[in-house]
């Protein structure tokens, strides 16, 4: 796909920004709401669809319509540097958390990560939507049918809440975690959701009636802050009942299943 090659540095700790560094006529594509800054000879563009520019018209309406199904806008921001000389436009993250630089050319061309965390990535990057194959994991993965994958030979830059872990499993190897805690995942993982055993620890154990199970060979990204969790807090502490589920298809019974609902 060529993507253009961008250069960048991460800012901060708990609440970190990206900085792009872009040579004359480079770009770089994001979601709307993630700009923080740029030089003046930075040019914004808003486009339709996912910003790969190999796409024809109805290439883009497919694109666009893949974004709804995410909960995303149909639109996306191009940044080019118009300008001479190499010039910055920075990106901040949502809430606290770690910004992970994702090269999708070392990942075989494709990466699936949960739905709100792509931030932004060099323009020819695709970003479309994933499909889970097992009926589990779409009803009971907190994520619904619909994950997102990042596809190309670039590099994409993906939030996730509180610490991140690196996890490489082997052939076989599986871990199980809370199924809002998946970031980001290698194509290779098997994905799946497992019941938790034992009707006490299922029904009084407060971690949810299902966990994520995923088994190597691969590497997944683990994040100790689901902003589901976070805005359990917030609203707990606001006095506000309800919350946004992330996406099972279950809507608010969903809460009865995933493990956020502390």
């Not at 993250?93 to 770690?98: E, F």
């Not at 050319?105 to 792509?118: T, Y």
């Not at 683990?222 to 006095?239: N, T």
């Amino acid at each position: 796909m060529n993507a253009h090659e961008i250069d960048y540095r991460i800012i901060g700790n708990e609440m970190q920004l990206v900085e792009i560094e872009l040579d004359p006529q480079e770009s770089v594509v994001a979601e709307a709401g993630s700009f923080m800054m740029m030089d003046a000879e930075i040019r914004m563009e808003t486009i339709f669809g996912d910003g790969n520019s190999r796409q024809g018209l109805m290439g883009k309406l497919l694109g666009a319509g893949k974004r709804l199904l995410t909960g995303e806008s149909l639109f996306m921001t191009v940044y080019t540097n118009g300008g001479y000389g190499k010039k910055c436009v920075s990106f901040a993250a949502p809430y606290p958390g770690k910004i992970l630089p994702m090269d999708l050319s070392m990942l075989r061309g494709k990466l699936i990560c949960q739905k709100d965390s792509f931030l932004c990535a060099a323009k020819g990057v695709s970003i479309g939507i994933e499909f889970q194959r097992k009926l589990g994991a779409g009803f009971f993965g907190g994520e619904g049918f619909i994950m997102q994958k990042l596809e190309g030979d670039g590099l994409a830059f993906v939030h996730a809440g509180g610490t991140v872990v690196e996890r490489t499993l082997a052939p076989g190897e599986v871990i199980r975690i809370d199924t809002g805690c998946l970031v980001a995942m290698t194509q290779d993982i098997d994905y799946d959701i497992e019941f938790v055993k034992g009707i006490k620890t299922a029904l009084f154990g407060g971690e949810g009636l299902f966990f994520a199970t995923l088994r190597g060979p691969g590497t997944v990204w683990i994040q100790s802050l689901p902003f589901s969790r976070l805005a359990d807090r917030v609203i707990s502490a606001s006095g506000v009942s309800g919350r946004k589920e992330e996406g099972s298809v279950l809507g608010g019974l969903g809460n009865l299943f995933d493990g956020d609902n502390r």
